[in-house]
């Protein structure tokens, strides 16, 4: 059975003395969460080696933003998977929307930062999903279909008992645009399929496929009863740790 997840994503918000705060309020509210529903958070580097030490010892995970394409070397201002892997977090986003779309993340960079991930022991969230334009073209299944095998066809089976997907609809982000909890359903019911192409109806069962979209307490327990949705990779609501349990406890 494939894990629920709810992971927040904290972006490029809280100095470290402020992150450390919230961490501490997560877990101490994490009891509340059902037993059957991981969380995570995910931080700035900055705050990776605090917060690691804030969730030591309790169910809440630690992840990065982000990782290096490259081993080592020099690449000034770059965080390789092995240092993330240092700091005791678990687990790294990768190809998220903002970084596709603001630093020409590209699915080839994509292929091998998630090798350096899975090679340093990092679980990888890896985001895919389609602009306004393109789903306004009706080219959304096609984009996201690219994203996800573009990167997935270099892993293995075996690999992917490490990968989670994480869907976001970019074009209901900031546009004013609302995605439906159907709409959102899905496209998740399709990356499943194109898993199950890819590999087989084992992995694609097994699977977890978070939502990234605009999910708020007021929502989630809609959008987190459709079947191919395992839970959500939560962004804004993710800066308030009562928010981020609501939404955790809408299961």
């Known amino acids: 059975m494939r894990k629920k997840i709810v992971a927040g994503n904290w972006k490029m918000n809280t100095t470290v003395p402020e992150g450390v705060e919230l961490a501490k309020a997560v ?3 994490s009891a509340d969460v059902p037993a059957d529903v991981k969380l995570i958070i995910a931080t700035p580097a900055t705050h990776l080696v605090p917060v690691a030490e804030v969730v030591k010892g309790s169910a809440v995970g630690l992840s990065a933003e982000n990782c290096a394409d490259k081993e080592k070397g020099a690449y000034t201002g770059e965080i390789s998977a092995a240092m993330v892997a240092s700091t005791g977090a678990e687990y790294t986003i990768l190809g998220h929307s903002e970084r596709r779309q603001y ?5 080839a960079k994509l292929v091998e930062k998630t090798k350096l991930a899975l090679a340093n022991n990092l679980g990888v969230i890896l985001c895919v999903g389609e602009t306004l334009e393109e789903r ?13 095998v573009n990167v997935l066809a270099n892993f293995t089976a075996q690999d992917m008992k490490n990968i989670i ?13 609302t995605a439906t909890a159907e709409q959102a359903e899905e496209i998740h019911a399709y990356i499943r399929n194109v898993l199950a192409e890819q590999f087989d109806a084992q992995v694609a069962e097994d699977t ?20 191919d949705i395992d839970g959500g990779l939560i962004g804004g609501a993710a800066l ?12």
């Open 27 to 29: 877990v101490a509210k």
């Open 103 to 107: 630093y020409g993340e590209t699915d």
């Open 136 to 148: 306004e073209a009706g080219k959304h299944f096609d984009v996201v279909k690219a994203q996800t």
């Open 165 to 177: 997907i994480a869907y976001e609809p970019v074009w209901a982000i900031g546009t004013g645009k």
């Open 208 to 227: 977890t496929i978070l939502y990234g979209g605009s999910c708020k307490p007021s929502n989630a327990k809609e959008i987190f009863a459709k079947p």
């Open 240 to 251: 308030k740790a009562d928010d981020f349990i609501a939404i955790a406890q809408s299961y």
